[in-house]
Structures are given as structure tokens and as C-alpha cells.
């Protein structure tokens, strides 16, 4: 069982930053594959950002790339989405997932979730 904890949301004005950190616990963590997904009212859930376990790939959607920045620090078993030149689009509840088998895109790959964190951009 892995656990996955959310924090880092907040308002921000758009064209700001924020860093939201994802962590996580339970047997081989650093095994994992994570990835980072957030839906908006009344839209379906996204895919934002991925990284593999290792730490050396990482996956971006078309409209996040460039400005949206994962990472992972597995000595603190914590994975990392710095957003930079935010814009009022980003607004949603962003939630960590946690799977094996190769990052990806869908949402059903990952097994564990988090409650997710809000982030809120006024223009």
C-alpha cells in the first residue's frame, strides 16, 4: 500500500508561480512511477506531468510543457510540480498518483491517489 499526500496549492495571480510536493509512503516508494493529473468544475481529469521512478524521464502535456517542471527526490520520497507563468486555465485540483509499469498519461495506470490540492489563478 503506498499513501500519497498533496500540499503546495494556494491562489496566485496569473503569470506567478507555485511548487506543489507530492509525498509519499509505504513499501519501495522509490519503485513508483508518478504522475501528476488535475481536473477543472465541470471538466474531465487531465493529465498534467509524469516521472519515472528513477528519475530519468519525464512526460509533459502539450499544455504544460515548457512551463510546468516535475521532479523527484527519493531520499525524501517526494515528487515535486514547480508551475511557472501561470494562467487562469491551470485553475483545478491538481492530485499525485502512484503506479508501476512506465509512467503514462492515463489516469488508470495509477493505483494510488492522493486527495489532491487546489490551485486557484485570477487573472
Known amino acids: 500500500q503506498v499513501q500519497v499526500v498533496e500540499s503546495g496549492g494556494g491562489l496566485v495571480q496569473a503569470g506567478g508561480s507555485l511548487r506543489l510536493s507530492c509525498a509519499t509512503s509505504g513499501r519501495t516508494v522509490i519503485s513508483y512511477d508518478m504522475g501528476w493529473f488535475r481536473q477543472a468544475p465541470g471538466k474531465e481529469r487531465e493529465f498534467v506531468a509524469a516521472i519515472r521512478w528513477s528519475g530519468g524521464k519525464t512526460y509533459y502535456s502539450d499544455s504544460v510543457k515548457g512551463r510546468f517542471t516535475i521532479s523527484r527526490d527519493n531520499a525524501k520520497n517526494t515528487v515535486y510540480l514547480q508551475m511557472n507563468s501561470l494562467k487562469p486555465e491551470d485553475t483545478a485540483v491538481y492530485a499525485c498518483?502512484?503506479?508501476?509499469?512506465?509512467?503514462?498519461?492515463?489516469?488508470?495506470?495509477?493505483?494510488?491517489w492522493g486527495q489532491g490540492t487546489q490551485v486557484t489563478v485570477s487573472s
Open positions: 498518483a502512484a503506479g508501476i509499469g512506465g509512467p503514462s498519461e492515463a489516469p488508470t495506470s495509477y493505483p494510488y
